[in-house]
């Protein structure tokens, strides 16, 4: 059975930096993308981003080029989320998702990581 | 960059009775549009994708069609754990992936 369970919420001023963890099980972790999409407050989808797992390689959505590292430790089945330079409008939850078989729709998601931004 | 468009922002619907949820895009995507279920608290789930195919485990009262710029997710009969808010995705051109605004779907 897939599961994606991530790390827990976090409380960050602005200016810092926050990771998000992402752990897989129940599927071969390296045959599929991992994309992070988040979610502002009473607000819609926003996709991030990916990594493939088995290179290593990502593409970011040109929004977060600049702020976002994303990186996976296979040994571990674990992928990461990292967002710098972190504003109030950065406050969300934010999600990782399996992509289904490298295409670009997201069929098992994780239970989703409050980050919130607050001086 | 692929907007997508969704209406309307609200449903009410009567259980038993059908709803029909529409999602255009900017330019043409082909097929290649996925829909979303959201529920209070829930991460998303994946109903449809390809416009029209459901994925595993969603009841057939779930159906997707349309192609190009317009698209339809139909309930045929609303239960009442089918409220939640859905979302159109279009991965034509992942560059960026692009959701709709989103549905809410409520009882009547």
């Known amino acids: 059975q897939v599961h994606l369970v991530q790390s827990g919420p976090e409380v960050k001023k602005p200016g810092a930096s926050v990771k998000v963890s992402c752990k897989a099980s129940?599927?071969?972790?390296?045959?599929?993308?991992l994309h992070w999409v988040r979610q502002a407050p009473g607000q819609g989808l926003e996709w991030m981003g990916y990594?493939?797992?088995?290179?290593?390689?990502?593409h970011s959505s040109q929004k977060f080029q600049a702020r976002v590292t994303m990186t996976r430790d296979t040994s571990i089945t674990t992928a990461y989320l990292e967002l710098t330079r972190l504003r109030s409008d950065d406050t969300a939850i934010y999600y990782c998702?399996?992509?289904?078989?490298?295409?670009?729709?997201?069929?098992?998601w994780g239970q989703g990581t409050l980050v919130t931004v607050s001086s | 960059e692929v907007v997508m468009t969704q209406s309307p922002a609200t449903l009410s619907v009567s259980p038993g009775e059908r709803a029909t949820l529409s999602c255009r895009a900017s330019?043409?995507?082909?097929?290649?549009l996925a829909w979303y279920q959201q529920k209070p608290g829930q991460a998303p789930r994946l109903l449809v994708y390809?416009?029209?195919t459901r994925a595993t485990g969603i009841p057939a009262r779930f159906s997707g069609s349309g192609s190009g710029t317009e698209f339809t997710l139909t309930i045929s009969s609303l239960q009442s754990e089918d409220c939640a808010v859905y979302y159109c995705?279009?991965?034509?051109?992942?560059?960026?992936?692009?959701f709709g605004g989103g549905t809410k779907v409520e009882i009547k």
């Open positions: 998702a399996r992509d289904r078989e490298i295409t670009m729709t997201l069929d098992y």
């Open positions: 390809g416009a029209s």
């Open positions: 330019q043409s995507i082909n097929s290649n």
């Open positions: 995705q279009q991965y034509n051109d992942w560059r960026p992936l692009a």
């Open positions: 990594i493939n797992i088995d290179s290593g390689g990502t």
């Open positions: 129940g599927y071969s972790f390296t045959g599929h993308y």
